[in-house]
């Protein structure tokens, strides 16, 4: 079985660019989250849908940043104008979902975009 | 509200001896417990997880860790560490969001 796959690995653009991250979820997975870690810190939450539906999206750091899963299957995150601060690694995790395994339910992650903004 | 703190950021260990990652959580609720490894160039991968079952919880590669309710603590240990192990290891509290303590860097020396 196929994990999570993101793309690109690594992107390297000047501020004021746009960038566009793809993530593709393990098949079958409804739950799609996005996380972002900034050098030194720790990863932190940004959004998550449910199908195509964004279920909580309040880890998004401003208007600047941009999800979308059309279809339900795989997610782009894009970022216009990116900015020095956007730089970072961005995970993309996701999961089955189920009533009975509730908030336990196992993520499982992508190796993740890193993206340097000069 | 819930946090997680990862009690050191480095750890240095000699092959084959005990490994200790330590980790306390704060929540206000029963909290689900994680412990993710990511290797260089690779995702998180999920070591073992606490639901409110069993306290020691064993996971994959010879880890467990142990949810200890009085002490608030999630510590990680394995009892002999082998160079493999040697990776950046995440803890995380989720009540409803996952909350990532800042990782803790395994080094293991031959």
């Known amino acids: 079985e196929a994990g999570v796959t993101q793309f690109p690995s690594h992107s390297v653009i000047e501020k004021g660019q746009t960038v566009t991250l793809r993530c593709d979820p393990i098949s079958g997975h409804d739950n799609l989250y996005w996380y972002r870690r900034v050098m030194g810190k720790e990863i932190k939450f940004l959004l998550h849908?449910?199908?195509?539906?964004?279920?909580?999206e309040s880890g998004m750091p401003n208007n600047r940043f941009l999800a979308e899963r059309t279809g339900g299957t795989y997610s782009t995150l894009k970022v216009q104008p990116a900015e020095l601060e956007d730089s970072g690694v961005y995970f993309c995790?996701?999961?089955?979902?189920?009533?009975?395994?509730?908030?336990?339910?196992?993520?499982?992650f992508g190796p993740g975009t890193r993206l340097t903004v000069l | 509200a819930q946090s997680v703190t990862q009690l050191d950021s480095h750890v240095s260990v000699s092959e084959g001896t005990p490994v200790l990652l330590r980790c306390n959580y704060s929540s206000s609720y029963s909290p689900s417990l994680f412990w993710y490894v990511q290797h260089p160039n690779k995702g998180l991968q999920l070591l073992l997880k606490?639901?409110?079952?069993?306290?020691l919880v064993k996971g994959i590669n010879g880890f467990e860790a142990e949810f200890k309710k009085s002490e608030t603590s999630f510590h990680l240990t394995k009892p002999s560490a082998h160079m493999s192990d040697a990776a950046e290891y995440f803890c995380?509290?989720?009540?409803?969001?996952?909350?990532f303590g800042a990782g803790t860097r395994l080094t293991v020396k031959p």
């Open positions: 995380v509290v989720r009540i409803f969001d996952m909350r």
């Open positions: 995790a996701s999961s089955p979902g189920s009533l009975t395994s509730g908030y336990a339910d196992t993520q499982y």
């Open positions: 606490y639901t409110s079952a069993a306290t």
């Open positions: 849908f449910v199908k195509e539906s964004k279920q909580d």
